[in-house]
């Protein structure tokens, strides 16, 4: 396992702003919005040519809140996972009760933890992280997370804890994000397909709010899980954390291979649903759209071919994308997900043989001409294949603005009779063939 450090401590003491600092990226939520945070976040960090991970945590404290009794579940979760443990404190407000309470909760794991008094933005405010000492840990160290003061002080500590381990960086991964409109159900099939409560899951739209990954082997191949937040449409996009989740489902977009656009199954498809899909067609991801709540459906034996007929309708601008149809919260069904998703994967990353790409090529032309369009009409010459995630196709041509769209989406239904390219776009480029090649 690798080396993990957790962050933790009361809500708005700057635990995001300080996983943000030691990752270098924006990918934790930051607002002043207390409880912002809510599931655990991972992400991959290094210091000084050491590598480890490092997980955000949803705030914890005293009292009654939305969430508290799930955000106190996801960072003990956090806590049992990590190796050493970041305790963040204010040191603009002092101790509280929050800190204390979390204090006793952290002496129960028994691992080092270190004391960062956040907020010590000048000389002059060192004095207060001396009070923290009460808390019976190691020395604290004063840190600016604005200014970037002391994190380097803070590293080197996590650093002496640290029993390095020399990996070679993981390959054959899938990694696929779980998109969809808010409250379809994608934390709960996250959690379906971990097999334990790892994102939060509420009834309440919108409870996630960043984007999380989580990497797990089933049947000998690894894949890694990347949640997100329900993706809004555009023009709803008010609030600064709404703008910052979007941000974040894309930036999961880009990072996976495959995108699970999940529809809510008990209450079909809606408009936004294929404004979701459309960022996968966007972002040319592999595609499987899983119809989620499939057993809070009334069915019969025509039901399942109806909706499948649905969704073909609505969403045309997806026809390679295969459908699968499960219950998450009552876990059926969602081991039919992972034969698809291989298979997905394979054809996303396949490589097609030049020889049978030409034939394709020149059999399809055969059959059906191109026609004049901008006063010319385009000549085929030669294709090869350039590149995979999705399997992307170079064509020769006398002049690529004498192909109407039309004509290349004819290519593109003929390429797929040939070749099994189930859930993945295929991408053509269009070159002009240069007078000195022939």
């Known amino acids: 396992m690798p080396f993990t450090v957790a962050i933790v401590g009361r809500p708005n003491v700057g635990k995001s702003s300080l996983f943000n600092r030691i990752v270098g990226d924006r990918i934790s939520i930051i607002d ?3 409880g912002v945070t809510r599931d655990r976040i991972y ?3 290094e210091w000084l040519t050491k590598k ?3 997980i955000d945590t949803g705030g914890i404290e005293v009292g009654d809140a939305p969430f508290l009794t799930q955000i106190k579940q996801q960072a003990e979760i956090a806590m049992d996972e990590a190796d050493v443990i970041i305790f963040v404190v204010d040191g603009t407000v002092g101790l509280t009760d929050s800190d204390y309470y979390i204090a006793k909760q952290l002496y129960k794991t028994e691992k080092p933890v270190i004391i960062a008094v956040n907020k010590i933005d000048d000389i002059s405010m060192i004095n207060n992280s001396y009070e923290f000492f009460a808390l019976g840990f190691s020395d604290p160290i004063a840190i600016s997370t604005h200014h970037g003061i002391g994190i380097g002080d803070l590293l080197d500590k996590v650093m002496s804890y640290m029993v390095q381990e020399d990996k070679e960086k993981e390959k054959g991964i899938i990694s696929f994000a779980v998109i969809g409109r808010p409250n379809v159900g994608k934390s709960s099939l996250v959690n379906a397909i971990l097999g334990e409560d790892r994102v939060i899951v509420s009834p309440i739209s919108g409870t996630t709010t960043d984007a999380i990954d989580t990497t797990f082997t089933k049947d000998k191949q690894k894949y890694t899980v990347i949640d997100t937040a329900g993706i809004k449409k555009r023009g709803k996009v008010y609030e600064n954390l709404d703008k910052y989740s979007l941000l974040r489902a894309i930036t999961a977009l880009e990072r996976a291979d495959v995108a699970l656009i999940v529809i809510d199954g008990k209450d079909g498809i809606q408009e936004q649903d294929t404004h979701v899909a459309g960022y996968a067609m966007e972002y040319m991801r592999a595609a499987i759209i899983v119809v989620n709540k499939w057993d809070a459906v009334q069915k019969d034996d025509k039901t399942m071919k ?3 007929e649905k969704i073909r309708e609505d969403f045309k601008f997806l026809p390679y994308a295969p459908i699968v149809f499960l219950s998450a919260k009552e876990n059926q069904r969602v081991h039919t997900l992972f034969p698809v998703l291989k298979q997905v994967y394979a054809n996303f990353t396949k490589e097609l043989p030049t020889k049978l790409i030409n034939e394709t090529l020149m059999d399809a032309v055969a059959m059906n001409p191109p026609a004049v369009f901008n006063q010319g009409k385009a000549k085929f ?7 995979v995630k999705p399997p992307t196709i170079s064509i020769f041509v006398n002049e690529p603005n004498y192909i109407h769209f039309s004509y290349e989406r004819y290519l593109q239904n003929q390429f797929r009779s ?8 295929l991408k053509f480029t269009f070159r002009k063939k240069d007078a000195y090649e022939d």
């Not at 010459?381 to 590149?387: G, K, P």
């Open 418 to 425: 040939v070749f099994d390219l189930t859930g993945t776009p």
């Open 43 to 45: 992400a991959q960090a």
């Open 381 to 387: 010459n030669y294709a090869t294949q350039v590149d």
């Open 306 to 308: 109806k909706f499948e």
């Open 32 to 34: 002043d919005v207390a």
């Open 52 to 54: 480890f991970s490092l």
